[in-house]
């Protein structure tokens, strides 16, 4: 089954942590995104890779972090640097250039205590 | 102006209605255009891209208008399944593609 996995669905963190949100794709895509949506809003864009090692700053990078070792994985840091952290986190991939179709992981749900 | 525009709604319908949403978006070389899908508390997923000549899937159908720069979404008969959030997706040359804030639909019995 071809898709992208996000894990884990709920995560909780005490303020001043770190922590890592896990995103893989096995749909051979070159394209991956990280959004974040808060209640009621659209979706924001922190980072995008086009390529393995290669990523850049989205609309709201401040406080995050990623890396791209891998084609299949991009995963996500937040870190104490981000200032409301407490927000539904999404990845997505698309085949190739950045305005092709996107799809999307089921999102890891963030809550700060 | 906003990059994308929506009406956040929501739009109370019964079911059998038709509805129409519009999407406007700022930048008139934008190539790409979709509307997805998503439901409470889940991922956004793909309904249908936007073709210049517009085009049609079962029961909806979109359309683009380049000269007012704005896509429609319209979805006959309704179905109590169609209670979702609908988002407005546009190229807009910047970086990746940029979402609306959606537009709320909620079909009634």
């Known amino acids: 089954d071809g898709g992208i996995t996000q894990s884990p669905k709920y995560l909780f963190r005490k303020e001043g942590q770190n922590v890592t949100l896990s995103c893989e794709q096995n749909?051979?895509?070159?394209?991956m995104y990280w959004y974040r949506q808060d209640p009621g809003q659209g979706l924001r864009l922190i980072y995008y890779?086009?390529?393995?090692?290669?990523?850049q700053k989205g609309d709201i990078a401040e406080g995050y972090s990623v890396s791209r070792e891998k084609k299949e994985s991009f995963p996500l840091t937040v870190t104490s640097a981000q200032k409301n952290p407490t927000a539904f986190y999404l990845c997505?991939?698309?085949?190739?250039?950045?305005?092709?179709?996107?799809?999307f992981g089921p999102g890891t749900r963030l809550t700060v205590l | 102006r906003k990059e994308v525009e929506q009406d956040p709604g929501p739009f109370n319908v019964p079911e059998g209605a038709t509805v129409a949403f519009n999407c406007t978006y700022s930048?008139?070389?934008?190539?790409?255009f979709f509307w997805y899908r998503q439901d409470c508390r889940k991922e956004p997923k793909l309904l249908m891209s936007?073709?210049?000549s517009g085009n049609e899937d079962g029961r909806f159908t979109a359309q683009l208008n380049r000269a007012s720069q704005y896509i429609s979404l319209l979805i006959r008969d309704s179905k109590l399944s169609d209670s979702a959030t609908y988002l407005c997706?546009?190229?807009?040359?910047?970086?990746?593609?940029?979402f609306g804030s959606g537009t709320r639909l909620q079909v009634q019995p």
């Open positions: 997505a991939s698309s085949l190739g250039v950045l305005t092709d179709t996107q799809y």
């Open positions: 936007v073709y210049s």
């Open positions: 749909l051979n895509h070159d394209a």
């Open positions: 997706v546009v190229d807009t040359g910047r970086r990746a593609l940029t």
């Open positions: 890779s086009q390529i393995v090692n290669d990523f």
């Open positions: 930048n008139s070389a934008s190539q790409s």
